[in-house]
């Protein structure tokens, strides 16, 4: 009998290319589907929600594959673990309900982007946060994103490579914080196009620098000009926090994911 796994993963992306596996380099997908083969025995191809980007961490990623295995559901996540990088973690298994998919299922997301504002940077946060050396106005960091709460035509915040169709995403909270030296901007939203997250962070940075007014935020929608947002911050900064399914309670959260903040 074949059964679909759910899987939630954690991994540090420093050392990959992304979640998809490519012809130019490792990436996590190749690696879970690798730990399946040894440890089944037959190939399984696996299925993730978000196609991380090379050198994005993830805390809450989701995945599922099909397999007719008589491993019990909740114990793949021990023994892939006994087979997986110590960079990549099987943080839950479970059999998925009928149908379920990891991607078409998901109702949204949360991000994490993490900024280590001081002169110097750290040697543990260096593949984890991106830095800053100038003082960043967290304030005027967190009244500019504010502004992205709501549904909006983000396409402006896609860079070229970008292949989605449709641009309009609805964003149900944004804000930044600060925890001492360490600058956290947390966004949850329906979906995400193609480096709109690091976009987006780019432009606060900006914004906590003096650089640019949190009005170009407003211009970005009107014209769909990239020209009015910053510049795509660092891929080490970007966690993917959580994705949202159907059933969890809230499903789409309108406050911050604290929880995914630790």
Known sequence: MTRRIRLTLEYDGSA???WQTQANGPSVQAQLE??????????????????TDAG????GQTAHFDTQS???AEKFCFALNTLLPPDIRVSASMEAPEGFHARYDALGKSYVYRILNRPHHGALQRNTHAHVPLPLDERAMDEAAALFVGVHDFR??????????????????????????ELLFTVTGSGFLYNMVRIMA???IEVGLGKRPKEDILRAYATGDRLCLGVTAPAQGLTLARVYYPGDVPSLPEEEPGPFLL
């Open 156 to 181: 402006a915040f896609m860079a070229a490579g970008g292949s989605s169709k449709t641009f309009s995403r609805r964003i149900a909270f944004s804000g930044v914080r600060r925890r001492q030296e």
């Open 16 to 18: 990959y290319c992304g």
């Open 56 to 59: 994005v961490h993830a805390l």
């Open 70 to 72: 008589r491993i019990p």
């Open 202 to 204: 780019g432009t606060l």
């Open 34 to 51: 690798l730990a399946l083969r040894r440890l089944t025995g037959v190939p399984h191809a696996v299925t993730g929600a978000s196609r």
